[in-house]
């Protein structure tokens, strides 16, 4: 059974945890994620494994810090850095052409790589504190409903986690909005708590039919 220490003392371990391959369930200010480091595709191969997650089902990357996308992405387009300073940290994941650090296991072998920087103190300070992103993706199964507190969490992983800090209910509790910036207009991907209108708003546009 993963451990159910409390924050403040869980924090540090929740670090050497992710920095020795682990995989560690946390919060953020959508629904509850489940993180590997993402330099290491080991660890975020057995992320895969934990959720039972396709293998052709690439996996977002956390960033502490808006300024933080150019470590896992390159050739930003201007309206990715545009999206990032409006919304981040915030509920919208950009789809980017992905940076070479970036192991193939994160991407699904893929050329562009999904990012968000969560608005959640403690999930900011764990990836500050590991001292790199973190592949992550919602803490459940694959396929089943998304976990908003530790102990639904709890209840879909278990010990396929070696760790769940448990930050009480997640405050939004619906997954994040994604926009497809690779192509020359932003797809929406997955509807989320940001609309598409919102989105071409902040970039000076309309929606595209």
């Not at 003392?9 to 200010?29: M, N, Y």
């Not at 300024?67 to 981040?88: C, G, K, M, N, T």
């Not at 192991?103 to 790199?132: K, W």
């Not at 089943?144 to 102990?151: F, G, I, K, L, R």
């Amino acid at each position: 059974m993963a451990d159910r220490d409390p924050i403040d003392t869980s924090l540090a371990r929740a670090v050497q945890l992710l920095r020795a391959g682990e995989l560690v369930a946390f919060p953020t200010d959508t629904v509850y994620g489940v993180g590997a480091l993402a330099w290491d595709g080991k660890a975020v191969a057995r992320l895969y494994a934990a959720k039972l997650r396709p293998a052709d089902k690439a996996i977002p990357i956390l960033l502490a810090d808006p300024q933080d996308i150019v470590l896992v992405a390159r050739h930003l387009p201007p309206s990715a850095l545009l999206l990032a300073e409006r919304f981040w940290p915030g509920p919208l994941t950009l789809v980017v052409p992905k940076g070479a650090r970036v192991p193939a296991e994160v991407t699904a072998g893929g050329d562009t790589v999904a990012v968000r920087v969560p608005d959640h103190p403690l999930a900011r300070e764990l990836i500050r504190q590991v001292g790199a992103p973190l592949a992550t993706t919602s803490a459940n199964l694959s396929g089943q409903p998304p976990s908003v507190t530790a102990e639904e969490v709890q209840a879909q992983l278990g010990d396929r986690v070696a760790l769940i800090l448990d930050g009480g209910p997640c405050a939004g509790g619906v997954a994040s909005t994604v926009v497809d910036l690779t192509g020359p207009q932003p797809r929406l991907l997955r509807a989320g708590p940001l609309s598409l209108e919102q989105i071409m708003a902040a970039l000076g546009g309309e929606p595209v039919p």
